[in-house]
């Protein structure tokens, strides 16, 4: 049901006295594009008629067929609190349209709208509670970002340790002021390395939310002479940046996860559910996990899940349950890191856990103990894989596997392996310092 009618937004953008209104969407990469308009042209674009050059976006379409159209959704608008009180600027996230009416097949946020529908019309509503993490480094002097950072904290530590408190602090006002309701803030385990905990919702809006945050978090941090990154791995030697999705699925307003009457108090469904992220978690890597950097937060010794099974509590696989029962029951998918884009991330996830439900497919035993310390010869005795190891294994993965082809369509699918074959391809031809370092007096 709509929030907001066109009436609405017009009023609002008249009496709050907003000037400027920017059509958000993203790439297929996550990465946020925007068109800016002025109050004057608000109602041309409330009724779908304002049209940009798609063929300048990534992943979308050739320039002989280029005009595409933006369609508001009307219950996204929201004013930037950050931005100067006189003229204000406000925004809609927007879906992308052809000129025939049709939805464009590239837009991520129509691939994730699907799958929802599909489980809208099984009577399951996908509620999901992300866990985002990211640094705050220093900028320079021409305002370039660094990884540089004066702070020594770790772990939930405070001020004076944590010297990026009073940014948390501001970022998380700015969301709250643009309707988010945030459940929790701390320093994480890296130096500069913070996490901002967004309360479950409607897994449409928890990825309006998780793009939103990005855009809040660097306006935010480069108003305090800092630069937050969303970069999975920034930093050698520390933990690197994950973005734990906490996922339920409800019918008739009850959690079908939730039996209190079977083992754990876990029902059928939610174990078909885990093995169905198991059974396609290697073709989703290259989307929880997009980048050449992605791979080198997933090593050994940082708490960077790798294994692919599930546990009932324990940290080091890729699936855990949480230890809450009842309503606020979820599964936890803790690969994914914050670079991933989310429209595309919830829609793989909703998929396979259907996929696991309407199959039934059953989950292997849990694991409980610490994936790191079983030696190779354990896991393969036990049946544990891993998950690919480089972008490139997660190509291979990837374009193999007709599922998860199917849930992002032939259009997502093919123009989003081969950018992430290029992103793979330059990388192996860079000479790194590294290898400078490593070999030059050597041979």
Not at 97 to 118: A, I, M, S, W
Request: charged share 25%.
């Amino acid at each position: 049901m709509s929030k907001y009618t066109k009436q609405d937004i017009m009023k609002m953008v008249e009496e709050e006295g907003v000037e400027f209104i920017r059509l958000q969407f993203t790439d297929i990469f996550g990465a946020m594009k925007n068109v800016a308009i002025t109050a004057s042209q608000l109602e041309k674009a409330l009724d779908n008629k304002c049209m940009f050059d798609g063929s300048s976006i990534e992943g979308f379409v050739r320039i002989d067929e280029s005009d595409m159209y933006l369609y508001p959704d009307l219950n996204t608008f929201t004013i930037f609190p950050w931005r100067p009180q006189s003229a204000k600027v406000a925004r809609m996230i927007c879906e992308v349209y052809r000129p025939n009416g049709t939805p464009f097949e590239g837009d991520p946020r129509y691939v994730l709208r699907k799958v929802l529908e599909e489980a809208a019309d099984m009577g399951y509503r996908f509620d999901v509670g992300p866990e985002c993490e990211f640094f705050l480094f220093h900028t320079d002097d021409d305002g370039r970002p660094t990884t540089k950072t004066h702070e020594k904290a770790g772990y939930f530590d405070i001020s004076p340790l944590d010297l990026g408190e009073n940014v948390r602090r501001d970022i998380i006002l700015n969301l709250e002021e643009m309707g988010f309701e945030i459940e929790s803030s701390h320093h994480e385990v890296a130096p500069a390395q913070h996490e901002i905990d967004i309360k479950y919702t409607n897994a449409l809006k928890a990825a309006d939310n998780l793009v939103t945050f990005k855009l809040v978090a660097k306006a935010v941090a480069k108003k305090h002479n800092m630069f937050a990154s969303f970069m999975p791995k920034p930093v050698y030697g520390v933990s690197g940046s994950g973005m734990h999705i906490n996922m339920s699925i409800s019918k008739d307003g009850r959690n079908i996860f939730n039996d209190y009457n079977a083992p754990g108090g876990v029902s059928k469904e939610g174990y078909h559910f885990i093995a169905g992220l198991l059974e396609h978690a290697k073709a989703m890597t290259l989307i929880t996990n997009p980048l050449v950097n992605s791979y080198k937060r997933l090593v050994p010794g940082l708490e960077a899940p790798m294994h692919i099974c599930w546990s009932e509590g324990n940290r080091s696989p890729m699936i855990r349950i949480p230890s809450v029962r009842g309503e606020h029951m979820r599964v936890e998918l803790r690969t994914p890191d914050p670079s991933a884009n989310p429209y595309l991330l919830l829609a793989v996830c909703l998929a396979a856990g259907l996929d696991g439900m309407k199959r039934e497919l059953e989950v292997p035993a849990p694991v409980d103990c610490n994936m790191y310390e079983l030696s190779k010869k354990e896991l393969l005795e036990r049946g544990i894989d891993v998950i690919p190891s480089n972008l490139s294994k997660a190509c291979h993965y990837f374009e193999d596997d007709e599922f998860v082809k199917n849930v992002l369509g032939e259009h997502v699918h093919s123009k989003y392996l081969a950018a992430k074959r290029d992103e793979w391809n330059r990388f192996r031809e860079q000479v790194t310092q590294w290898e400078i370092d490593e070999y030059l007096y050597k041979i």
